[in-house]
C-alpha cells in the first residue's frame, strides 16, 4: 500500500434499505463556533478571530450530506436538527443552503420539526425571523441561569434582560420554543433555585430543558473543581434539587419526559427522542456522531467525524466525508446503548424489541431483585421503565441490566 | 579440583539486617577474590530472583566458592553461606548456619544493632559458631563505630574490640574481611575415612539441571556415580554430578569432607527433599543421623482465589510450580460461597505469605483474591479427638469442642525508648505478656510472648507506623496455649460472608467486630438500597453498621453525540463489576477482604 491518503472509512459500507423506522430518522448538522467558549461546556466548540467562511462550510455540510444520503437511501426525514456550538452565528443564507439540500437529499415529513439551538442575545435575535424563513420552526435558547451573578459565573455573554427579550422575539417568531437552564450551581439552595425555576416557567415555553451542572473532563470547571475554587452540591443537595425540579415542573404541566426534559404533552422534543428511542440518525459536521442501520436489522454503523473545523472542511472536500472513526455496534452493544438512552424516557423502552435487538432476555434475577427494590417497574402495555426513586440512580439500574 | 586439606577451609555465613549491607558486602567478596570477571558481575548476585533483589531479602539460601591467597602465603577455599534473613525462614537459617564454622556479623555503622540481627547471632552461636563483627557503612558522616562497637558488647556480649570497619560500597577494607575469614574462623572438622555423612542444607529447582540440592560434608566423601540414602525421607538416589557454585555450576569428581557444594541425583521435585536431612551412603551408611532436624511447618494460612473464576486452572498449574521449588509451601483445593474456587495456601510466615502472592501475580500474571490471614489452631473436641484448623470456616460446631488451643510466639522488639510507651500498649491490647525490657543505652528491648493470630494481621504494620519505623522485631514460635477463643462472622446484608470470618480472642471480640465493621462501611460502595454490616457470635450481634442507600449517582445530559462515550463507561463498569464479588444483593470489591482486617486505632 503506497496510498498516503487517509482511509476512507464508508468505502465499504453497504447501505440498508429498510425504509424509515419506527422511531424516526433524524439528521444532525453541528455549528462548531462560539464567540467564547463557556467554562462548564465539553462540546466540540471553537472560538475563530477573523470570520468564518460560510460558504465554504454550508458546501461541505451539503457535501457530507449527499454521501450520508447514499447510506440511506429511502428514508423520510422526521427532525432535522442544527447545533453547535452556536448555529445562531449562522447567516440565515447558510441555514437555508443547507435545510435546502436536506429536502433535495432526502423525503423530509411534512411535520418534520426543524430545530436550531441559539444564543439570546440580541444580535442573534435580530436573525430568527431569517431562520424562520428559512423553514426552522423550533428554537432552544440556551438561557442558563435567570440571574446575572450566575450568568457571569457560568460565561455567559448575556444577561437576564436580554435573555427575557429574546424569549419574547422566539415565542412570536417561532411554532415551538425552548429553552435551557443549568441548576446545581455553586452555593445554589432550593430555595434560590425554586424560585429561578418559577420565574422561568411563567415565560411561557412549551419545553424546558433542566440541566445539573456536571463537571465536564478537559473544561476550565474541571480546572476550577480539582483547584477547590468551585464547589459543586453535594449528591443529597443534588437529589433534593432534583425533587423540587421535579414537583415544580410537574404543577406548571411540564412535567419530566426524559430526566433533564420537561414538556406540555405534545411538545416534547420530536429530535431528542430518536435518540433517547434508539432511532437512526445521521451526523453531520465536524466532532457529529450518527447511528446508522446496517442490513440485517439488528446492527448499527457509529460513524464520528474529525473534530476540528477546518480539517473536516479539508476532508469533505477531498472524498465527500469527514468521518474518521467509524465502529460496527453489534446486537449485544446495541442492547446496551438502547438501556442507556431508553430508561432516561419516562415511558420506558419495549423489552420486546430490546430482546430482538440484543439478541438476549434480561436476567430474570435481575429484574426481580430491581423490581423487588423499588427500582423499576412494568407498565400495563409491558413496558419497562425506571421509577421515580430508580431514575436517580440510572446509572446503576443500566449496569445491573445490560449484557 | 583436587582436593583441599581441612585446615585450607573456611566455611562462614553472614548475619545482618535488612539494608545493612549483607549482599553487599558478598559482592566485594566475590570481586576481591576475582570469582567472577567484572562483566559477570551484576548487583547482588546472590539474590537472583527479582523479589530477593527489590526487597533486599534473601529467599532461598545460595552458596559460592571463593578462592582466596592470604598473606600467610597460603591458599585459602573460602565458601560463602548466604543464608535467608528473615524470621520466617529461621529453620532454613539454623540449617545453613549448621553447615558453617564461623560468621560475619555486620551492622550498620550508624543504626546499630537490630531485632532480626539478634535472632540470628543467638542462632549462630547456638551453632557454636567463631563470630566476627564487622562495622559497615563507617564512611557515612553519620557513623558512630565505637558506639556501635559498645552496643555489640553490652547486647550480644562478643568482643568488639577487633571489629572490622569495612565500606562495602565503596569496597574500603575489604582485604581485612578476607583476612579476618582466614585468621579468625576455624577450619571445619570431620573424619574423611569415616561413611559419608553430609547435610542437606537446601534445594531448589533449575530448569536445565533438575532439583539441585545444596550439600556440606560433615564425613566421608561424595563421589559422582554413588548409591546415596536420605535418612529422614528414605529416599535413595545415584549422584549424576557433584560441584560446586561461584555461583556458577562447576562440577567436579568430589566433595571432600568440610566441604560445601552441590549435587543432582534425577530427583524429580523439591518437595521430595527435606532441609536438615542427613545424606549416607546407601551401601556403607553412618550409624547417627545429624541432630536438628525438623519438617517444614506451616503456621500461617490464607486462602488465595483468582479474581476471575476462570483462571483457577491457571492457578492450580502456578502454585503447582511454586510448590516445585518451596516445599515449605503447601495448598491444598478450597471453595468458598463468595469466592468460587481457590486453594488454601500454607506459609512459614507472613514474609512467605507475600513473597508467595507477588510471585503468584508477577511471575503467572494472576489477579488474586486473598483472605484473611489465620494461624493453626488445634481443636480438642468432647469426642477426644484433636483436629488442626486451618480455617475458620471449617470451624466445628461450639458444641463439640472442648479446647481450642492457638500458637504463641516469644517477640524481640528493639526500638528507641521514645516509643516504647505505645509499643507496650501495643503489646497489651495484643494479649500480650511482657517477658522482659532491658536498655542499651537510648534503645529499649522488650520481650513479650503474645498470641500469634493477634500479630499476624497487622501488628508489624501498626509497629512500623508508631515508631515511624525505627522499631525492629523479632520471634520465634513458642507454643501452643488453650485461648477463649471465638468464631466472629460477619453478615452483609444479613448474608454471612465467609472469607471473612475470624477467630477471635473473647476479650477483643467487640473492639475487633466494631473495627471491621467500620472499615466494610467505607469499603463497600453504596448501593441503590440500605446495606446493615454486622459482626456476630454465634447468633448474638456484637456490632453494627449502616451503608446508606445511594441517594443519587450521575445523572448528566445524553444526547446522540454522547452514546459511543457512555457504552464506553458502562463497560468499563461492568469491567469493574467483575472485579467485585456478588454476597446476596451486595457487592463486596476484592480488596475489602484484607483491608477490611486492618485495625486503626
Given amino acids: ?403 | 579440583m583436587s582436593q583441599t586439606a581441612l585446615t585450607n577451609i573456611r566455611n562462614f555465613a553472614i548475619i545482618a539486617h535488612i539494608d545493612h549491607g549483607k549482599s553487599t558486602l558478598a559482592d566485594r567478596l566475590i570481586q576481591a577474590t576475582g570469582t567472577l570477571t567484572d562483566r559477570e558481575m551484576t548487583n547482588q548476585i546472590l539474590d537472583s530472583m527479582d523479589i530477593e533483589r527489590e526487597r533486599g531479602i534473601t529467599i532461598k539460601a545460595q552458596t559460592v566458592r571463593l578462592i582466596y591467597k592470604a598473606k600467610d602465603g597460603v591458599e585459602y577455599t573460602l565458601n560463602l553461606m548466604d543464608t535467608p534473613g528473615h524470621v520466617d525462614f529461621a529453620y532454613e537459617v539454623s540449617r545453613s548456619l549448621a553447615a558453617c564454622e564461623g560468621s560475619l556479623l555486620v551492622v550498620d555503622a550508624s543504626q546499630g544493632v537490630e531485632a532480626q540481627t539478634l535472632a540470628n547471632v543467638y542462632q549462630a552461636i547456638d551453632n557454636n559458631h567463631e563470630i566476627v563483627p564487622i562495622l559497615n557503612k563507617v564512611d557515612l558522616p553519620a557513623a558512630e563505630p565505637e558506639r556501635v562497637k559498645a552496643q555489640i558488647e553490652e547486647v550480644i556480649g562478643l568482643d568488639a574490640s577487633q571489629a572490622v570497619e569495612i565500606s562495602a560500597k565503596t569496597g574500603l577494607n575489604i582485604e581485612g574481611v578476607l583476612e579476618a575469614i582466614v585468621t579468625r574462623l576455624p577450619p571445619p572438622k570431620g573424619d574423611p575415612d569415616a561413611p559419608l555423612k553430609a547435610m542437606l542444607v537446601d534445594s531448589w529447582y533449575d530448569a536445565y539441571l533438575g532439583v539441585v540440592v545444596l550439600v556440606r560434608v560433615i564425613d566421608g566423601t561424595l563421589v559422582k556415580g554413588q548409591k546415596v540414602r536420605m535418612m529422614r525421607t528414605g529416599a535413595t538416589y545415584e549422584v549424576d554430578r557433584v560441584g560446586y557454585m561461584t555461583p556458577k555450576l562447576i562440577v567436579t569428581d568430589k566433595l571432600s569432607t568440610g566441604e560445601v557444594g552441590v549435587l543432582t541425583a534425577s530427583i524429580k521435585e523439591v518437595a521430595d527433599t527435606a532441609v536438615g536431612d542427613t545424606i549416607t551412603d546407601e551401601r556403607k551408611p553412618t550409624a547417627e543421623p545429624l541432630p536438628g532436624f525438623r519438617p517444614a511447618q506451616p503456621v500461617v494460612f490464607c486462602g488465595l482465589f483468582p479474581v476471575d473464576a476462570a483462571d483457577f486452572e491457571d492457578l492450580r498449574a502456578a502454585v503447582g510450580k511454586l510448590r516445585l521449588n518451596d516445599a515449605s509451601f503447601s495448598y491444598e483445593m478450597e471453595s468458598s460461597a463468595a469466592l468460587g474456587f481457590g486453594f488454601r495456601c500454607g506459609f512459614l510466615g507472613l514474609l512467605h505469605l507475600e513473597i508467595i502472592q507477588e510471585r503468584l501475580e508477577r511471575e503467572f500474571n494472576l489477579d488474586l483474591i486473598a483472605t484473611a490471614p489465620s494461624v493453626v489452631y488445634r481443636m480438642l473436641l468432647t469426642d477426644g479427638s484433636e483436629i488442626e484448623l486451618h480455617n475458620p470456616a471449617d470451624m466445628p460446631d461450639v458444641m463439640k469442642i472442648e479446647e481450642i488451643r492457638e500458637p504463641w510466639i516469644r517477640a524481640s522488639i528493639m526500638t528507641p525508648d521514645e516509643y516504647l510507651g505505645s509499643i507496650l500498649k501495643l503489646c497489651q491490647e495484643r494479649r500480650g505478656v511482657q517477658v522482659d525490657l532491658n536498655y542499651v543505652g537510648s534503645r529499649a528491648m522488650v520481650t513479650y510472648d503474645l498470641p500469634l493470630n493477634e500479630v499476624v494481621f497487622d501488628f508489624y504494620d501498626r509497629l512500623k507506623s508508631i515508631s515511624k519505623g525505627y522499631a525492629s522485631f523479632d520471634y520465634q514460635l513458642t507454643d501452643y496455649k488453650p485461648g477463649d477463643l471465638v468464631k466472629m462472622q460477619i453478615l452483609v446484608n444479613a448474608e454471612p460472608v465467609d472469607a471473612l470470618s475470624i477467630l477471635v480472642h473473647r476479650s477483643q471480640a467487640d473492639r475487633r467486630g466494631r473495627g471491621m465493621c467500620e472499615k466494610l462501611k467505607d469499603l463497600i460502595p453504596q448501593h441503590m438500597f440500605q446495606i446493615p454490616v454486622q459482626a456476630a457470635i454465634g447468633g448474638k450481634i456484637i456490632a453494627r453498621e449502616t451503608i446508606r442507600a445511594l441517594r443519587k449517582d450521575v445523572l448528566a445530559k445524553c444526547y446522540g453525540g454522547d452514546v459511543t462515550r457512555k457504552r464506553k463507561l458502562l463497560d468499563k463498569q461492568k469491567e469493574g463489576k467483575k472485579r467485585m464479588r456478588q454476597f446476596g444483593k451486595v457487592e463486596i470489591p476484592q480488596e475489602a477482604f484484607i483491608a477490611a482486617l486492618k485495625m486503626d486505632d
Fill in chain 1, 1 to 403: 500500500m503506497t496510498d498516503a491518503r487517509p482511509q476512507d472509512l464508508l468505502a465499504g459500507v453497504v447501505p440498508d434499505p429498510v425504509g424509515t423506522p419506527a422511531e424516526g430518522f433524524g439528521v444532525y448538522l453541528h455549528w462548531p463556533f462560539c464567540t467564547a467558549k463557556c467554562p462548564y461546556c465539553d462540546f466540540n466548540s471553537h472560538v475563530r478571530h477573523q470570520a468564518v467562511d460560510q460558504g465554504r462550510f454550508a458546501a461541505a455540510l451539503v457535501s457530507e450530506m449527499e454521501t450520508m444520503g447514499r447510506l440511506t437511501p429511502g428514508r423520510t426525514v422526521t427532525s432535522i436538527f442544527l447545533g453547535g456550538g452556536t448555529p445562531s452565528l449562522m447567516d440565515p443564507a447558510t441555514v437555508q443552503a443547507v435545510l435546502d439540500a436536506v429536502a433535495r437529499i432526502w423525503t423530509v415529513a411534512g411535520d418534520a420539526e426543524v430545530t436550531l439551538e441559539a444564543n439570546p442575545s440580541s444580535v442573534e435575535a435580530a436573525r430568527f425571523r431569517g431562520y424562520r424563513a428559512a423553514g426552522v420552526n423550533r428554537v432552544s435558547l440556551g438561557v442558563q441561569a435567570m440571574n446575572d451573578a450566575d450568568l457571569r459565573l457560568l460565561g455567559r455573554l448575556h444577561d437576564t434582560a436580554q435573555a427575557r427579550e429574546a424569549i419574547e422575539i422566539a415565542r412570536a417568531t417561532f411554532p415551538r420554543l425552548s429553552f435551557d437552564l443549568i441548576y446545581a450551581r455553586p452555593g445554589q439552595t432550593v430555595e434560590a433555585w425554586t424560585a429561578e425555576l418559577e420565574a422561568a416557567i411563567r415565560l411561557a415555553a412549551d419545553h424546558l430543558s433542566l440541566y445539573q451542572l456536571t463537571i465536564e473532563p478537559g473544561t476550565m470547571f474541571e480546572a476550577l473543581h480539582k483547584a477547590g475554587r468551585i464547589a459543586v452540591p453535594d449528591p443529597d443537595l443534588a437529589a433534593d434539587l432534583f425533587v423540587a425540579t421535579q414537583a415544580i415542573t410537574a404543577a406548571a404541566g411540564l412535567p419530566a419526559y426524559e430526566i433533564s426534559n420537561h414538556a406540555a404533552p405534545g411538545a416534547e422534543s420530536r429530535h431528542n427522542l430518536i435518540y433517547w428511542r434508539y432511532g437512526e440518525y445521521v451526523g453531520i459536521g465536524a466532532g457529529a456522531h450518527g447511528r446508522i442501520a446496517l442490513p440485517g436489522g439488528r446492527s448499527r454503523l457509529a460513524t464520528s467525524t474529525e473534530r476540528m473545523p477546518e480539517a473536516w472542511a479539508t476532508l469533505v472536500e477531498a472524498r465527500g466525508h469527514g468521518v474518521t472513526a467509524v465502529e460496527a455496534v453489534d446486537g449485544v452493544s446495541a442492547g446496551d446503548e438502547m438501556l442507556l438512552m431508553g430508561l432516561r424516557l419516562r415511558e420506558g423502552i419495549d423489552p420486546i424489541r430490546f430482546e430482538a435487538l440484543s439478541g438476549r432476555p434480561f436476567d430474570p434475577a435481575r429484574i426481580d431483585d430491581l423490581l423487588s427494590h423499588g427500582m423499576i417497574e412494568f407498565l400495563p402495555d409491558g413496558r419497562l421503565r425506571a421509577s421515580s426513586d430508580g431514575w436517580f440512580v440510572l446509572d446503576a439500574i443500566v449496569a445491573d441490566l445490560a449484557a
